[in-house]
Nanobody, 128 residues
Framework: QVQLVEFGGGLVQAGGSLRLSCAAS????????MGWFRQAPGKEREFVAA????????YYADSVKGRFTISRDNAKNTVTLQMNSLEPEDTAVYYC?????????????????????WGQGTQVTVSS
């Protein structure tokens, strides 16, 4: 389907910024909604942000709304998560994910099971 690889994780101080990138291979990337999830130690994987196949729609978890921005560049087959005003609670492994269906824009109703492709994850650590 789609192969995904995340880049950009690392260590950052609280209040700082970090940008994650996800490189995708496969022709279906341009027709698939994309998302970011994260999983903190001892917690379940949770939704962070999603973007429609064309980039025209976005949706964010309440916990990151106003701080994180998801974007995509279909010409380069990449999706990006710009994270600002980072907090220690943002510490987690972040995963890039691709929709198993095509041309979906109603991304607010998507669940974890709607994503059929997953990256390997990249660690984000926010210190005080």
């Amino acid at each position: 389907q789609v192969q995904l690889v995340e880049f950009g994780g690392g260590l950052v101080q609280a209040g700082g910024s970090l940008r994650l990138s996800c490189a995708a291979s496969g022709r279906t990337f341009k027709t698939s909604a994309m998302g970011w999830f994260r999983q903190a130690p001892g917690k379940e994987r949770e939704f962070v942000a999603a973007i429609g196949w064309s980039g025209g729609t976005t949706y964010y978890a309440d916990s990151v709304k106003g701080r994180f921005t998801i974007s995509r560049d279909n010409a380069k087959n990449t999706v990006t998560l710009q994270m600002n005003s980072l907090e220690p609670e943002d510490t987690a492994v972040y995963y890039c994910a691709g929709d198993r269906n095509y041309y979906r824009t109603n991304i607010a109703i998507m669940t974890k099971s709607d994503f059929g492709s997953w990256g390997q994850g990249t660690q984000v650590t926010v210190s005080s």
